[in-house]
């Protein structure tokens, strides 16, 4: 609720108690690096004092703790989360997080502009400040079956809403290089608004051109030269650690104190079994500072210069007239929040329970037939075969070649050589395609994997040694209304439901860890050897992410940007 201006003038001068002080703490300066001593006032979701003792009608004791800006994730998906807005808030407001910029392109792939709407909903109830960027590409590129289109007239009566920022990550690039029509509709509506970028290992005249255009931020920079070229260019470059792109390490050297104006974090995305046992921005905060990073740098790219990137000037500052996201630590390096506030709400289970929470939608989204275990074969009469290499922790591929025999008119797996097959069933109900091909570095050695967790146009991925078992984990799915599941032998090892678009689960969130970790174990007795295998498989059927990919229309060569000829 916005205060009066008397309220806050009053309450800043002392002339009347605050409605909240956090007494006895440090404030940690962002600009300056300075320490701070003296009470925090706050009049309702405002501060309105530091750096001298204030009264309260409320006093809370932080004596001999840190105090510093609520953290920001400049770029993630809450669906990959599996949960939804409401319980991502329960998950990660806890940490610190007090503002997630989100783009539900999930969900909007699925239903479409319902489902923006539906996000839009639900940012006006958290009790962390959700924004939205507005789904730029849905669908991703002209190269897969989605369960919606969204042009740029569907965007503009959107634009003006309160928690909306900008236009979300431009995944087709080349659509911008080369000024494909309707990427051209989109740019030139929000010509002046932020908008966010993604253009992985674009270097040169075609990188001065997606930048010519508008884009601003960009996380998908996967080494420290890329990210380097990028921010001498004048872009804001996101450093990204989530389940499955894990690019902090390669781009840690670059933050420093001179950087950290222009660098920020963001997770893009986690999900609550990596959250549990290892974090959140809190993780990524505490493997900077263990890294070597400066401090300051690693909480300034966490709050402020976050807030700035964006646009958002209300945050990122513990400071008079500034928005009350609050983190109370202990330990700086050790990044474990003992209270936070957002908006000067205190984040706990009573202000969590109080909430308005809009209904989910999207329900009843998986339309599928009945799947044969026919339809993994791959014909052909070439030996010569494309095939997906995975590159553990990172979401971009290699684009391999093997020879594989051609048995009764198939080319089957090859454990010995670990040629698994994959698979990308439509499941929108629009033309009922069904795709094979090969992937790499799985290490599966029996049964099938299977989800409808499928970025971006989230069909069934499946993989697996035995067409039976595909076949069953993808007509379980189709049971499920999505989910994950783990199959051998005929039967269900493991599964999750994600009833909400097919993509999040309308669990708490504690249940959904639970679930996760059963889905591991199964996916491990299979002989997988990745760490995050459910989100490895989503990405391998993303085609706007290099080098090689898998869509219900066939395999991708995305360097080409082109269906590769089966």
Known sequence: MTQSLSRLISQGRGDTPADLVL???????????????????????????????????????????????????????????????????????????????????????????????????????????IRVNLSSCVPSSHMETAGAQIEAPDLVPLMDHPQVIGLAEFMNYPGVIFQDPGCMAKL???????????????????????????????????????AREKLQKGMRVLIREGSVSKDMHALQPLLNDVTSAYMCLCTDDRNPLDISEHGHLDYMI??????????????????????????????????????????????????????????????????FAART???????????????????????????????????????????????????????????????????????HGINGNIATGFVKGFGLKAGAIASTVCHDHHNIAVVGADYSDMAMAANRLGDLQGGFVVVRDGAVLAELSLPVAGLMSDRPFE????????????????????EEPLLQLAFLALPVIPALKITDRGMVDVEKFEIIPG
């Not at 006032?41 to 510093?68: H, K, M, N, P």
């Not at 020879?403 to 089957?412: F, L, N, Q, S, W």
Request: aromatic share 4%.
């Open 23 to 129: 007494r006895g703490g440090v404030v940690w300066d962002m600009v300056t690096g300075s320490k701070i001593g003296g009470d925090v006032a706050i009049c309702g979701d405002t501060i309105v004092g530091i750096g001298v003792d204030y009264e309260g009608e409320r006093v809370i004791d932080v004596t001999g703790q840190t105090l510093v800006p609520g953290f920001i994730d400049t770029h993630l998906h809450i669906e990959s989360s599996l949960v939804t807005p409401h319980e991502f808030d329960r998950c990660v407001g806890p940490r610190g997080v007090t503002t997630a910029i989100c783009d539900p392109h999930e969900i909007a792939n699925v239903i479409g502009v319902a489902g923006i709407e539906y996000f839009l909903d639900c940012a006006l109830e958290t009790v962390m400040d």
């Open 286 to 351: 505490r493997e900077l500072i263990r890294l070597g990073c400066p401090p300051l740098a690693v909480y300034r790219a966490a709050s402020l210069s976050a807030a700035e990137a964006f646009g958002l000037k209300d945050r990122g500052q513990i400071a008079p007239g500034k928005r009350a996201d609050i983190v109370v630590l202990d330990d700086i390096a050790e990044c474990r929040a003992t209270l936070v506030l957002s908006g000067g709400v205190v984040m706990d289970e009573a202000a």
């Open 357 to 427: 929470v809009t209904p989910p939608v999207g329900r009843g989204s998986v339309k599928i037939g009945t799947i044969r275990a026919d339809h993994f074969r791959t014909g052909g009469n070439r030996r010569r075969t494309d095939v997906i290499g995975i590159i553990p922790g990172k979401i971009i591929t290699e684009h391999l070649h093997e020879t594989i025999p051609i048995t009764d008119g198939d080319k089957r797996p090859d454990l010995a050589r670990d040629l698994i097959k994959i698979a990308v069933v439509e499941r």
């Open 188 to 226: 030139e509506a929000f010509r002046g608004r932020h908008i966010d970028g993604h253009c992985p290992q674009l270097v040169g005249r075609d990188l001065n051109a997606y930048i010519a255009a508008g884009i601003r931020t960009e996380h998908e920079a996967t080494t420290a030269d890329e």
């Open 511 to 530: 249940e959904v860890h639970e679930s996760l970790i059963a889905l591991r174990t199964a996916a491990g007795s299979l002989g997988v050897t990745l």
